[in-house]
């Protein structure tokens, strides 16, 4: 069984930062995809930003440039740094880990956190 784990989501005044971090646990074999979605209010959850075992990373536009994704394939653990944040950041965050592969099995299985909460207000 694998669970991911995140923490780091918090309240924020605009213009900080918040660093979030989520951890894979179990027999974890290897992982394809590690990123990063948010939901807000009202709103369709979205891609933030995604990094690939080989490093490639994409983003969002509107975090370009703010936010900076990063993993490490040796503790299943993917980050978002996130800087200079806005109010219409605002949002939970939720981890996600695609193609999971843990010991014994022949296929992979994507796997959600269940949110960490980012609020930049004054």
């Known amino acids: 069984q694998v669970h991911l784990v995140e923490s780091g989501g918090g309240l924020v005044q605009p213009g900080g930062s918040l660093r979030l971090s989520c951890a894979a646990s179990?027999?974890?074999?290897?992982?394809?995809?590690m990123g990063w979605y948010r939901q807000a209010p009202g709103k369709q959850r979205e891609l933030v930003a995604s990094?690939?075992?080989?490093?490639?990373?994409k983003y969002v536009d509107s975090v370009m440039g703010r936010f900076t994704i990063s993993r490490d394939n040796a503790k299943n653990t993917v980050f978002l740094q996130m800087n200079s944040l806005k109010p219409e950041d605002t949002a939970v965050y939720y981890c996600?880990?695609?193609?999971?592969?843990?010991?014994?099995?022949?296929?992979?299985?994507?796997?959600w956190g269940k949110g960490t909460l980012v609020t930049v207000s004054s």
């Open positions: 996600i880990m695609t193609s999971v592969v843990v010991e014994g099995s022949g296929y992979g299985v994507d796997y």
């Open positions: 179990g027999n974890i074999v290897s992982i394809d995809e």
């Open positions: 990094i690939w075992r080989g490093g490639s990373k």
